[in-house]
């Protein structure tokens, strides 16, 4: 069973942490990018933060998929007590 609850919190803390970084992009963070160097910096705020909430969507349903019971509920404690 601990295989069982050690990948509900590995997908648990991957969506807590692309949830956290779209919220941050959502907030006004800016996302720029040379293409090569020397090159000019390139916004890519717009398409970061798409793909992030789409591997959250992809990340939650895959977490209700697997753990129905548990899915929706935050984690209480939270996931790591102690570091």
């Known amino acids: ?3 069982y609850d050690d990948r509900y919190v590995e997908i648990t803390t991957r969506l807590r ?3 956290s970084f779209c919220d941050f992009l959502s907030q ?3 996302v720029r990018v040379a293409l090569s160097e020397g090159a000019p910096y390139r916004d ?3 398409a970061l933060l798409e793909r992030n909430r789409r591997e959250a969507e992809a990340l939650a349903r895959t ?3 697997l753990y129905p019971e548990l899915a929706d509920e ?3 404690p939270p ?3 102690r570091h």
Request: hydrophobic share 40%; proline share 0%; glycine share 10%.
């Open 17 to 19: 942490s692309v949830q």
């Open 79 to 81: 996931l790591y007590s």
């Open 63 to 65: 977490r209700r998929q």
């Open 44 to 46: 890519v705020t717009s």
């Open 74 to 76: 935050d984690v209480m």
């Open 1 to 3: 069973m601990a295989g």
């Open 28 to 30: 006004g963070a800016t």
